[in-house]
Each structure stands twice: as C-alpha cells, then as structure tokens.
C-alpha cells in the first residue's frame, strides 16, 4: 500500500505571526528595538492529513485564506510545517503563484535554464528541451527580452509551460488557469489529459469547480485551515458550493443591517427637519401617509428569510409597502434584473387580473417565482406601484438588495432550460 502512495500529509500544522507595526527603514527599526511589537499568530494550516495515490488527480479547493496555497508551499518544500510530517514518493515540479523562481531582470531564456536547474534538470537536458519548452509558451518573438517587461499571462505561459517539460512524477499546480488568454487555458487543459493518460500524479488548487469536477479523481475541501471534506470531487465541489451559499448569505445580511442603521439614522433626521418645518410653519396637522415601498425581502418555500438560492428552488419575493385610505384599488409591479443590468423577467397584476385590496390591508405583496431558472448570478428587484390608472405611478423602487442565485452543474449562460441528447 505504501509503494502506492506519492503524497502522505499527517497531521500538518502551520502558524504566521503577522506583526502589527511594519518596519519599513532602519531608523524604524533602530526606533523600535526597545520596544515590543505585537503580532497577532494566523493558523494557516490546522492538522490536516491526506494522502494521494500515485497516478491520482488530486483537487483542493477552498476559499481564499482557507489554506491552500500554504500547503502546496509546504509539498514544494517551501515552508516547513511547525508540526506533522510530509512524505514524498517521486521528484516534483511546483507551479505555484506568478513569479515565483523568476528572476525579473534576466530574459525568458536565462529564466528557463534558472527554473529548470532549480528543478533538477541538467544544462544538457535543458538544452535538448529548450524549443519545446518555447514552442508551447509561444513567446518565441519575445524570449531574449527582459521576464520584468512580461505580461503577467506571459509569465505564466513561461512558468508552466517550464514545469510540465520538467517531466517530473508530481506536478503542483497553483490557479494556472487564473491567469493568461482562453487558447493558452486551452492548451493547459490539453497538458492535463496526457498527465491522467501517463499516469502522472497532479495535484490542483483552482476556484474553477467545473475543472474540478471535470479533471480531480479526489478533492479536498479547506476552510480555515482545517481539512472539512476529502472524496468524489462531485460530492466536494456541491459541498464548496453549499458553504459558499451560507458564508454570502451572511455577508449579505450583515450588509444589510448596516444598510438598515443608516437608513433609520437618516430618516430620524427627515423626521426632525419636517418637525423643525412645521413648527416654523405653525403647522400642527400631521402629513398624509402615501403609497411607499418600504422594504423588499427573500424567503425560501419554508419562509426562513435568505439572500441566496439554488437554481431550480422556489424564491419567495415580499415587497412592504404603506397605503392611505385615498386608494380603493392598487396595481403592483415587480421585475428581476441580474446585476449587470439585465432584464430578465417582469409582472403586475393589473396584466394579471388580481385584486389587490386583500394585500392593501395587510400591508404587504409576495410573488413565488417556482423552479427559478436563473443561473450562478447576482440579481435585484424593482418593484412599482400604481393607481387604478396605469398612468398614475405612486412609488417606485429602482434598486432591491441583491440575491445570488448557485448553479451545481457546470453549463454556462443565463439561464437553465431542460434538455436531452439524442
């Protein structure tokens, strides 16, 4: 079984001590050393242990800070980890983040034989690869200039393409689509299925699930440091999904709460001034409440109230709203955009013949759009008010809180529509 094995990782902890003044100078440093300078300690890494099988595609996914790069630093034999142990079966080649191993004042050619030295090849071997490695970078027209006037697409175009002509048994790949054109991703996609084909063992950080999905045998799931979920990449990447939606629709009611506090602070202060106004005026009649949209909210088919959903759920629309007794009849009006603008869908029901005087008394309106088609995105509401006449707007809201709607699956476009190949 141990033969079998390229990665072991038992029990690996790694901690930053992250000071709290930053010394830039040395009369900073001079001032500062009879001082004690706090820092706070950030557990990158928590006792996380795994193991890879040689010829496996292996995936760590994670959101940022969640500890993945720290780790592949940790298999390259960047960092040493404060506790646990690393073993190694097979020579590797990391391909960590941009400009790692460059030397930014030598040109492409001499950073190929600096990168490819550093990762054991000899002059003679770099030698005999040297125009294939130039040939897949395609920056042959470019390849004696300095790498400090290289894009960053081009630097990774030379990074990777030196890391898989290293012919190493592990190869460590850090976000290598992140960066560099649509053909260039291309051709790394290519690269990985000859890797699987010679049974090469890769291990792949990336944000993109769907290269997750498509290429990772086993993944593994990081959040802060702790290794939550290691199997199918599937089952991993639908739980990454399922945490992301819990983390945003926490941020985004947290956004909200603060939207909420300077709404109310603001309001006080309307309230004051119209106060202040009719004293002033020696008015004592109160204003007349109008027709106003006070609040729109989401909620799911249980009526718990969230800002993020899946494609396919049901999502509960509310829109608050005040009324004066003046109004026998109100038409109410309600569309989605996605954040970028997009019209997506919109309703009223003066179009479809509901009487609204239920919703007047209760003070408020709901729309259930069932099986929501829209896909991954940001969306809004506007939503609108009316009179018995069309013509006769009373409020308008152009702009609700955002919801974010998460796709599971891997197509791409707006939205989703059933089908079936034959």
């Known amino acids: 079984m141990e033969k079998d094995i ?158 898989i002509h290293a012919n ?9 689509l992140a960066v560099g054109d649509t053909n260039f991703q291309s051709k790394c996609l290519e690269e990985f299925n000859k890797y699987k084909e010679q049974g090469k063992t890769v291990i792949l950080v990336s944000h993109d699930i769907s290269t997750i999905q498509r290429y990772c045998d086993r993944t593994m799931l990081l959040k802060d440091g702790i290794a939550k979920v290691i199997g199918d990449s599937e089952m991993v990447a639908n739980e990454y999904i399922n945490q992301n939606m819990e983390d945003e629709n926490r941020r985004i009611f947290e956004e909200q709460k603060k939207v909420e506090e300077q709404k109310k602070v603001i309001e006080e202060s309307e309230i004051k001034v119209r106060e202040q106004i009719k004293l002033e005026k020696n008015e004592c009649n109160s204003y007349s409440e109008t027709e106003k949209i006070t609040d729109v909210k989401f909620f799911d088919e249980s009526e718990k109230e969230i800002n993020t959903f899946q494609t396919g759920e049901n999502i509960i629309v509310r829109v608050y709203f005040t009324t004066s007794a003046k109004e026998k009849l109100l038409n109410f009006g309600i569309a989605i955009f996605s954040v970028e603008n997009h019209y997506i869908l919109g309703i009223n029901t003066f179009i479809d013949f509901i009487d609204t005087r239920s919703y007047m008394k209760q003070g408020y309106f709901e729309v259930k759009y069932k099986n929501i088609p829209l896909r991954s995105n940001s969306y809004y509401i506007q939503a609108g008010i009316w009179g018995e006449k069309v013509e006769r707007q009373l409020d308008y809201l152009s702009r609700s809180n955002l919801f974010k709607i998460f796709s599971k699956d891997r197509n791409q476009g707006i939205v989703d529509i059933a089908y079936e190949w034959k």
């Not at 190493?168 to 290598?176: H, P």
Request: no cysteine; proline share 2%; glycine share 8%.
């Open 6 to 163: 390229a990665i072991k990782v038992e029990n690996v902890s790694k901690t930053f001590r992250i000071p709290h003044e930053k010394i830039t100078s040395l009369q900073s440093a001079f001032v500062n050393a009879f001082h004690k300078n706090g820092y706070e300690e950030f557990k990158a890494l928590d006792n996380v242990s795994f193991e890879v099988k040689k010829g496996e595609f292996f995936g760590i996914i994670g959101r940022n800070g969640s500890g993945k790069s720290t780790l592949l630093k940790i298999l390259a034999g960047i960092y040493i980890p404060d506790q646990g142990n690393v073993k190694i079966s097979g020579l590797i080649s990391p391909f960590l983040e941009l400009g790692i191993g460059f030397n930014l004042e030598l040109s492409g050619r001499d950073n190929i034989y600096l990168n490819a030295t550093v990762l054991g090849l000899t002059k003679k071997e770099v030698d005999q690869k040297f125009d294939d490695i130039v040939e897949f970078s395609e920056l042959r027209r470019f390849i004696d200039q300095k790498v400090k006037n290289y894009s960053s697409g081009m630097q990774v175009r030379l990074a990777f393409s030196v890391a």
């Open 168 to 176: 190493r048994d592990i190869l460590l790949m850090d976000e290598v």
